[in-house]
């Protein structure tokens, strides 16, 4: 029969006694494969940038799309509320003609201007 192994003696061994095995240099199949690793993760990183974008993109249309929304009709109640002025002659508030038709020309090019740029940010067209 054989006997147990003897136990190791304790030696004055020290840290810098210890040598590790040489590390192997790198094949060019785990060159291949730190490369696509690589490619992937710069590929993950890419697509969590596009989705943040994304995401503070949506975010941005619905602050902006309600902001510019409620402008547009304060702008057009005032308009309609000079029109009440100058129509009822309240308290003599009197424009001349010229005046009031340049006011709503240039209001109605305003908004109309406004809530186009406003719905094509919101409302992108696909891409073919």
Request: hydrophobic share 50%; proline share 8%.
């Amino acid at each position: 029969m054989s006997s147990a192994p003897e136990p190791i003696k304790a030696t004055n061994i020290g840290v810098a006694d210890i040598v590790a095995p040489p590390i192997p240099p790198p094949s060019a199949e785990d060159e291949n494969v730190l490369y696509e690793l690589e490619v992937r993760n710069a590929e993950l990183e890419k697509a969590l940038l596009a989705n943040e974008a994304f995401r503070q993109d949506i975010h941005g249309r619905a602050r902006w799309g309600s902001r510019v929304f409620w402008l547009l009709i304060g702008w057009l109640l005032a308009v309609i509320g000079v029109m009440i002025f100058q129509g009822f002659n309240f308290r003599g508030f009197k424009l001349d003609n010229s005046i009031i038709i340049t006011f709503i020309t240039t209001t109605t090019i305003n908004v109309l201007s406004l809530g186009y740029i406003v719905a094509n940010y919101l409302f992108p067209k696909p891409k073919p």
